[in-house]
T-cell receptor
């Protein structure tokens, strides 16, 4: 399973766009990139998943360059409630390992008023 | 649709005891995974069950075990508890990737404190 590297922490202010970058140099051909969000004392929650280029949903956008060695989670106009830990994961969603998520240290995002 | 439920939510045990945690997945989900979360080690994968069989296993000692029943409900057992087993234990269920995503749905967790 490819290892991921992301910043330990980030600060932002309400209303700003936040971009969290994740490095995954050893990503395999069949791997997808997935982001989870976790609030204190709660389980992680799926945010977005993508394979290449750009993916957007109602919560976030995910940008993946052509070499797929990194990815950027973009949160538009964050609010205080977006303060959480964000995890970047890499894996093959079609393999028998789909139930085995390997979490790194994550990025703690602190949104300030 | 009801989410993943875990019982109990909080548990206090003493060293040497054993504990059993329960997880009910989302209806229709056949994969159930367990994770341990501690401030020092972060979120660590314990094991995954699919159709009553352990399909994946993390790097935890044999004191940690689990099982899955025919209705997909799962239990996790920890024997001979140690202080270091104090953690938030999370259960997650998924549709098994058939939809082209390995999205896992997590429960609220069981907070285990070992004294």
């Amino acid at each position: 399973l490819a290892k991921t590297t992301q910043p330990i922490s980030m600060d932002s202010y309400e209303g700003q766009e936040v971009n969290i970058t994740c490095s995954h140099n050893n990503i395999a051909t069949n791997d997808y990139i997935t982001w989870y969000q976790q609030f204190p004392s709660q389980g992680p929650r799926f945010i977005i998943q993508g394979y290449k280029t750009k993916v957007t949903n109602e919560v976030a956008s995910l940008f993946i360059p052509a070499d797929r060695k990194s990815s950027t989670l973009s949160l538009p106009r964050v609010s205080l409630s977006d303060t959480a830990v964000y995890y970047c994961l890499v894996g093959d969603p079609f393999s028998s390992n789909t139930g085995k998520l390997i979490f790194g240290q994550g990025t703690t995002l602190q949104v300030k008023p | 649709k009801a989410g993943v439920t875990q019982t109990p939510r909080y548990l206090i045990k003493t060293r040497g005891q054993q504990v059993t945690l329960s997880c009910s997945p989302i209806s229709g989900h056949r994969s159930v995974s367990w994770y341990q979360q501690t401030p020092g080690q972060g979120l660590q994968f314990l094991f995954e069950y699919f159709s009553e069989t352990q399909r994946n296993k993390g790097n935890f000692p044999g004191r940690f075990s689990g099982r899955q029943f025919s209705n997909s409900r799962s239990e996790m057992n920890v024997s001979t508890l140690e202080l270091g087993d104090s953690a938030l234990y999370l259960c997650a269920s998924s549709l098994q990737g058939l939809a082209g995503t390995n999205e896992q749905f997590f429960g609220p967790g069981t907070r285990l404190t070992v004294l």
